[in-house]
């Protein structure tokens, strides 16, 4: 199932039961935690300030590897493409993943 797909139905059930239950589209940059409960400062990123506020700061390394994801719509692939299952290539320090995701919605 693609993310966004997930995301949806997860959201239209919080939605179904409590419309203001949940902001969509805000980011998180931290938390205060009492002893009544969490409150949840709003806005983040790739640089996640909640990370940062739950783990501390990290260091990341390159790994020099790389990955690639390609989307490509099931109706430019040739007919019977791989008789719509997943895949998996492996060479010499190579591998690629094949799988078919459902459509997706917004």
């Known amino acids: 199932m693609h993310?966004?797909?997930?995301?949806?139905?997860?959201?239209?059930c919080v939605t179904?039961?409590?419309?203001d239950a949940?902001?969509?589209?805000?980011?998180a940059v931290g938390f205060e935690e009492t002893a009544d409960g969490v409150a949840l400062l709003l806005a983040d990123g790739?640089?996640?300030?909640l990370r940062r506020q739950i783990a501390g700061e990290d260091n990341p390394q390159?790994?020099?590897?790389?990955?690639?994801?390609?989307?490509?719509s099931a109706d430019r692939?040739?007919?019977?493409?791989?008789?719509?299952?997943?895949s998996i290539?492996?060479?010499?320090?190579?591998?690629a993943v094949v799988y078919f995701l459902g459509a997706v919605v917004s």
């Open 3 to 12: 993310r966004a797909n997930f995301h949806n139905i997860l959201a239209d």
């Open 16 to 19: 179904g039961l409590n419309p």
């Open 22 to 27: 949940i902001y969509l589209g805000s980011a």
């Open 46 to 49: 790739i640089k996640s300030a």
């Open 62 to 72: 390159s790994t020099s590897d790389s990955a690639w994801l390609v989307m490509v």
């Open 77 to 86: 692939l040739p007919d019977g493409f791989m008789g719509g299952t997943s």
């Open 89 to 95: 290539w492996v060479g010499p320090n190579k591998r």
